[in-house]
């Protein structure tokens, strides 16, 4: 049986997972109000769906379309947009933002005060570090032409991006990479590796004690 606090609200039709605990003052199910110059998609959202066991802490909000899954935590003043998909195990820490159509896989932690832009991919056991800002857009809003292009980064499995660090549109992070905190990743980074620096460019490989087949 789930647990709703009486200052939560949980919109018609959300499915709550058993042992699902909305705290104070969370939203489940809102559905979005667009801007005119929008590029999100517009048709109908189904219900969102939060998986057993897990936690929409104080503030936070899930809106509908979006899935998210077993024994998560969903920080306080956190908001995961329409259209995400939340594997299980996944934090989302405090102030967080993962914006529409992105896919996050299981285990991943975002920490707090992250933006996660639209259409990203962030695959399992991804380390994103506080105050990581990803980007989608390469016109900044101008021209038709953005919108056929725009995508957010894909992060492969067990990548780690440190503190502030800022990623282009579009860029691709590779399998077991280390971004350095504050750096401005503008191309793909190659698995692996540690880059650092603004543009960010490769200093060395990650450590081979630190790679999960070595118990990293």
Do not use: W
Request: include cysteine; glycine fraction near 12%.
């Amino acid at each position: 049986m789930a647990e709703i606090h009486p200052t939560a609200t949980v919109y018609e039709g959300t499915v709550l997972g058993e042992g699902v605990r909305v705290l104070e003052y969370a939203i489940v199910g809102k559905q979005p109000t667009l801007a005119a110059s929008s590029t999100a998609k517009r048709e109908p959202l189904p219900p969102a769906t939060i998986g057993d066991g897990t936690v929409v802490s104080s503030g936070a909000i899930v809106f509908a379309g979006s899935s998210v899954g077993a024994n998560c935590i969903v920080g306080d003043q956190s908001c995961i947009r329409e259209r995400v998909t939340m594997a299980d195990g996944c934090v989302l820490g405090r102030g967080s933002l993962i914006e529409n159509d992105t896919t996050v896989g299981t285990g991943t932690r975002i920490q707090a005060e992250a933006y996660v832009t639209a259409y990203s991919t962030l695959e399992e056991d991804v380390f994103i570090a506080p105050c990581v800002v990803t980007t989608n857009d390469n016109f900044m809003g101008r021209t038709e032409r953005r919108k056929e292009l725009m995508k957010g980064p894909t992060i492969r499995r067990s990548a780690r991006i440190g503190g502030g660090a800022i990623l282009c549109p579009g860029i691709e992070i590779g399998e077991e990479a280390f971004v350095g905190a504050g750096a401005v990743v503008t191309k793909d980074v190659p698995p692996r590796v540690v880059v650092v620096g603004s543009p960010a460019r490769v200093l060395r490989d990650v450590d081979a004690a630190e790679l999960r087949e070595n118990g990293g």
